[in-house]
């Protein structure tokens, strides 16, 4: 199994000529504990560093399990994402006067600091996250949680009783009665 790594010198590249490329391959663990998702375990591919005129271009794929919570039942479910990165990382520090650059990127995160260290973790974080669907179901027939007592209705019914109706809506109940459908 390969090393996980997020971060990269790249002074290197930093002093070659606009063109100049470097591929990794990449294995990274981005997903915080006390996040709603989580990483089943870490993404994989592979990304491209390419010297523009402004600093560099990371462009790559990765793809990895992340787990989530079923919306309806809370359950845990797994998912493959997939994450398309493109990103242009500007440096701090010129590398060849060793002077500090000034910069207006509002995104700290595409920065490389003061030492040329890229590190594409945040924007992957970011990526993940971004690449979760807003309502996963664990299936698509799931029941769901009762209101009332939290009972897993896919494992079957509760001993509640039903609800009842609310006095605001029994007259559109009578014209939904008196509709043929």
Known sequence: ???ERTQWNVAQLLKEPIGATRNFDVQASVLQQESDVT???PLAGQVSMLRTNLGVLVQGVLTGPVTVACTRCLKPVTLHVTVELEE????????VRGSYVPVDEEDTALLIDE?????ISEVLR???LLEVPIQVLCRPDCAGLCQTCGQDLNE???D???EESDARWEQLSALL???EL
């Open 156 to 158: 079957g019914t509760c």
């Open 88 to 95: 242009e990382f500007k440096p701090t520090v010129d590398v």
């Open 160 to 162: 509640c009783p039903d």
């Open 177 to 179: 009665d008196d509709i």
């Open 126 to 128: 970011q990526a993940v």
């Open 39 to 41: 990483q089943a375990a």
């Open 1 to 3: 199994m390969a090393e």
């Open 115 to 119: 030492h040329h260290v890229l590190d």
